[in-house]
């Protein structure tokens, strides 16, 4: 009964404080989130990345956003984050990107809304 019993114990803390290797890949940080909002656009917020609308980087083109200049659209699509620079730890060499932490849409659905 004792040899059982031991056998059972061990093979029961093992697969509890064993990990798999996927857990331990790092992997972006996404959020499952998926946006709807409406807003004006202003080419003045393009960046190569796109352009800023309502705090989130929306991937479109400079000349689709030459085009949507002062229009009221409405855009969706699912979001993602991009980790910012900002808390690096020391002797870290610098890199490209952004300080803080950037919310991307990436494959952005867009209508134009009539006034």
């Not at 404080?17 to 656009?41: E, H, N, Y």
């Amino acid at each position: 009964m004792r040899p059982t019993f031991l056998f059972l114990f061990l093979l029961f803390t093992t697969g509890c404080f064993s990990q798999k290797t996927d857990s331990l890949k790092t992997q972006p940080a996404k959020t499952p989130g998926f946006v709807t909002f409406i807003t004006r656009v202003d080419i003045a917020n393009a960046t190569k990345d796109g352009i800023y609308l309502n705090g989130y980087v929306v991937n479109i083109g400079y000349e689709e956003a030459k085009k949507l200049n002062g229009k009221k659209i409405r855009v969706s699509g699912k979001v993602t984050i991009e980790k910012g620079l900002k808390d690096l730890p020391p002797g870290t060499p610098i890199r490209q990107g952004r300080e803080e932490d950037t919310k991307h849409i990436e494959s952005p659905k867009i209508k134009i809304i009539k006034e």
